[in-house]
């Protein structure tokens, strides 16, 4: 039971973020592939699909976006989780943050199994007009390793009883 792990990240947050979970689901014994969302021309073959995009401005990155579209048929029936990386605060930590619009439409569409938001990242470096002024005063990592390791712990159970 291999499970595919698809991001969209702009800034390389994204891309941790699904490696992170990638080798938390390993660890409990699952199976994984970790690619980049625009990479990926099949899901055929994997028993679940966990799609994480990056959050700017509340809109899911683009490469998730069109990812859910471009496979839509064949995640309909497949579990699907939906991974949004965003916050640059301890929000994520303080409570469940619900999807954003985009998200949340996306998972009834595909009818995926759940969804999470989980903080950000921006390193203090961040190129780009917008990214560089928000750098000044919220660089930092807000990707808890405890709650990718509980979301993994859900993901493997919820498998097992697939």
Known sequence: MTVLIAYGSKRGGTAGLAD???GELVALGIPVDVHPAAEVRSVDGYQAVILAG????ARWHRDARRFAGRHRAALQQVPVWLVASGPLDDSAD???VPPVRQVARIAQ???ALGTVTFG????PDAKG???SAMAK???????NPAQVRAFAATVAEQQTTV
């Open 120 to 123: 950000g990242r921006l390193t």
């Open 54 to 57: 990056a959050l700017y401005n």
């Open 137 to 143: 005063t919220k660089a930092g990592d807000w990707r």
């Open 20 to 22: 992170m979970i990638g």
């Open 109 to 111: 569409d595909l009818g």
């Open 94 to 96: 303080a409570g469940t």
């Open 129 to 131: 007009f917008i990214a």
